[in-house]
């Protein structure tokens, strides 16, 4: 299986600051005949079920701010959230599809307002 | 509208089994692979089994094989699972996505909010 290690585990930032979350996978997750990142991002909030913000690892999903980026190829992704505002406060996963039959996610990170 | 709604979750003893069931609309669901994935209480997110469009391609985490049956109902336009010899450490809020394609190796774009399933005695 291919592992999926988030760093850091939580952090806390001011609103209207930068967030950086790191995303690393135990093996590359590009496919070289499409050139693709089989790399996605899951935001939870509490109570809520995970929603799609990003998939081919920088790709937006279709109603997700512009504030939200990824970036990253083979086996070191970010997730960027370039202006924190209150409602961002959540989990966040990253997950990974290049694997045959064997989807994996990230341990998650936790983001605070600071 | 997709909407995902999960059922069938409750208390079980360990080494019983339990059917949890995934109905959906809003969407042509013959032509998406379906998803379960499952979260422990405070804990992260953890897939657990997905199917292509016509059952041709079933995969599972090596926690649930063996032990879990993913299947669909592509006219009623349901997905289960069925999970037997249950342990404490499947306790946990299992629920249903919509794959992005129809073969299981994709991203999730839709998410039920999930039945909760406790094993305990």
């Known amino acids: 299986d291919i592992v999926m290690t988030q760093s850091p585990d939580s952090l806390a930032v001011s609103l209207g600051e930068r967030a950086t979350i790191n995303c690393k996978s135990s093996q590359s997750v590009l496919y070289s005949s499409n050139n693709k990142n089989y790399l996605a991002w899951y935001q939870q909030k509490p109570g809520q079920p995970p929603k799609l913000l990003i998939y081919w690892a920088s790709t937006r999903e279709s109603g997700v701010p512009d504030r939200f980026s990824g970036s990253g190829s083979g086996t070191d992704f970010t997730l960027t959230i370039s202006s924190l505002q209150a409602e961002d406060v959540a989990v966040y996963y990253c997950?990974?599809?290049?694997?045959?039959?064997?989807?994996?996610f990230g341990q998650g990170t936790r983001l605070e307002i600071k | 509208e997709v909407q995902l709604v999960e059922s069938g979750g409750g208390l079980v003893q360990p080494g019983r089994s339990l059917r949890l069931s995934c109905a959906a609309s809003?969407?042509?669901?013959?032509?998406?692979?379906m998803h379960w994935v499952r979260q422990a209480p405070g804990k992260g997110l953890e897939w657990v089994s997905g199917?292509?469009?016509?059952?041709?391609?079933?995969g599972y985490a090596d926690s649930v094989k063996g032990r879990f049956t993913i299947s669909r109902d592509n006219a009623k336009n349901s997905l289960y699972l069925q999970m037997n010899s249950l342990r404490a450490e499947d306790t946990a809020l299992y629920y249903c996505a919509k794959g992005w394609s129809l073969v299981v190796d994709y991203y999730f774009d839709y998410w039920g909010q999930g039945t909760l399933v406790t094993v305990s005695s």
């Open positions: 199917i292509s469009w016509n059952s041709g391609s079933i």
């Open positions: 809003g969407f042509t669901f013959d032509d998406y692979a």
């Open positions: 997950q990974q599809y290049y694997s045959t039959l064997s989807i994996t």
